[in-house]
């Protein structure tokens, strides 16, 4: 099969290096970073070669293929180099789908596809054999090595779509576009819109994508480049013949005049937000034929994932909420969305060229104080410094929670929804989130 090279030791790159040993590559893993050592003795026990805190390029401009973490941007030198050399780069993605005949959902967005690629894998796994894989659990090829499900819901970032050639699913789902990870982008919204549509690319008429009509990023981008896909739009302001919409509080999705009626009264997850995530979710199994009652069930005894808008815990009346996952100002837009009492908010991270100004009303409204947890919060003191009374700037987690603790009053709301990134003082978002938990559980 050649010589695969992967670049980045982390659970993609893991499970990819291992299918492609399984498919008879000779496979090499480098990672500039550390590899971490329940990746290292993975590697070890299966007698793959590797290297971690540096890239020997004598032992990767040699390869057939590069499979490269999303992580890695396109302009650094190496990638550079591997592209001039002519060798074909590869997502993780991109990789593990030629190994697999399943039935493929795939869902991006700039927000919400956590939360719907995991609503749909609730409601599918009822009816179906399905994986759920991408950017959440283990690794997509990891998945087509040990089980290979007929079904896979994977939720994919544009990092990963930017590095496909071939990959096509047979339902593909666009939650919404907002402006994030433009720093990949050269600052050109119009370059992270392309990236997003290439989840699309692929499709025949055979296939299928579900978007959001009232999102008019999406549907001016679908007028001014068509795609071949089977179109199935939702909408929560416009009624629709072939997709899906909400009427009061019935979400009425039809396909080829297979007409289904869900109640939302009954959902655990609030905000509008949700209902559209639900809308979405509903309309993949609606299409691979789930019984209502199971579509039903399923929708209404969904609990959302964790670090999105996740409840920790109540302490002298305060309701301490996780929403770590908000990584960028639309995210961060539906939490303070959402809240219905004067609200503590901290936020702040690596900013990746945000613009606040959409925040603002929400500030006047319902945000009492903020606490800016960053390296660097010098945009966020400028940006709100004159909207609010309270406003302290923290780099530890336990001090932000013990300074929202002592300001917060009986009835507020405490919310972690940082709208930036986490990699200045965390390893991740998920870090940053059970850092904020574990604080509050200390109070």
Request: glycine share 6%.
């Amino acid at each position: 099969m050649g010589r695969l090279v992967v670049l980045g030791g982390g659970e993609s790159g893991v499970g990819t290096a291992l299918l492609g040993k399984e498919k008879g590559f000779d496979v090499f893993v480098s990672d500039k970073g550390k590899i971490k050592e329940k990746y290292k003795q993975v590697l070890i026990h299966n007698a793959i070669e590797w290297e971690d805190e540096m890239h020997t390029e004598l032992k990767i401009l040699n390869a057939d293929l590069v499979m490269k973490s999303p992580g890695i941007p396109d302009k650094v030198p190496l990638i550079k180099r591997i592209r001039e050399r002519g060798i074909k780069i590869v997502s993780e993605i991109e990789f593990a789908s030629t190994f697999t005949d399943a039935t493929i959902i795939g869902i991006t967005g700039s927000n919400g596809k956590t939360t719907t690629a995991t609503w749909t894998h609730h409601i599918l796994k009822e009816a179906l054999h399905v994986g759920l894989a991408g950017n959440i659990g283990d690794s997509f090829a990891k998945q087509v090595l040990e089980e290979d499900y007929k079904n896979y819901v994977l939720e994919i970032s544009s990092f990963q779509l930017d590095d496909i050639i071939d990959f096509k699913p047979k339902i593909a789902v666009i939650t919404n576009i907002t402006p994030d990870h433009l720093d990949r982008y050269n600052y050109e919204f119009q370059n992270y819109i392309d990236s997003k549509f290439r989840i699309a690319m692929n499709q025949t008429k055979d296939d299928y994508l579900i978007y959001d009509a009232d999102d008019e990023v999406i549907t001016n981008h679908l007028k001014q480049h068509p795609v071949q896909s089977t179109l199935l739009p939702f909408s929560l302001t416009t009624p629709i013949e072939n997709g899906a919409y909400l009427e009061k509080d019935k979400i009425i999705i039809t396909i080829d005049n297979n007409k289904i009626i869900m109640p939302t009264t009954n959902l655990k997850l609030e905000g509008l937000h949700n209902t559209k995530n639900a809308m979405a979710a509903s309309t993949v199994a609606h299409l691979l034929k789930i019984r209502k009652q199971t579509i039903r069930e399923s929708l209404e005894n969904f609990h959302g994932v964790e670090h999105r808008l996740e409840q920790v815990l109540k302490i002298n009346k305060v309701q301490y909420i996780n929403d770590s996952k908000a990584t960028n100002v639309n995210a961060t837009y539906y939490a303070l969305e959402s809240m219905d009492a004067p609200t503590v908010w901290i936020v702040g991270g690596e900013d990746k060229g945000n613009n606040y100004a959409e925040l603002f009303p929400f500030i006047n409204e319902k945000v009492k104080a903020i606490i800016c947890l960053g390296v660097d919060n010098e945009m966020l003191l400028h940006t709100f410094g004159n909207m609010v009374d309270i406003i302290v700037e923290t780099q530890f987690m336990s001090e932000a929670v013990k300074i929202a603790y002592k300001v917060a009053e009986a009835g507020d709301n405490v919310l972690l929804s940082p709208a930036c990134a986490s990699f200045d003082l965390f390893e991740n978002y998920e870090d940053r989130g059970r850092q904020f938990k574990n604080a509050v559980r200390n109070l």
